[in-house]
């Protein structure tokens, strides 16, 4: 989600980031995210947890 935002990392103070369509789109989902957090509930003794796991060069994700 916030990948939009690397280049912030590596900005040098004499460089200027320029705010696109792109950057706007990103924190706008992200901020409607932040706004509504998924319901959690905890694993249920005997019933069936399911993990699911995503990994790459940018990101490592799990639900």
Known sequence: KIQPFSPLLRLKQEQIFKWEE?????FE??????SNPPVL???K???LLKLYVSASEVSIESL
């Open 22 to 26: 792109q950057h706007q789109q990103a």
């Open 29 to 34: 989902e992200i901020e409607h995210y932040l």
């Open 41 to 43: 509930s905890p694993p």
């Open 45 to 47: 003794k005997g019933r």
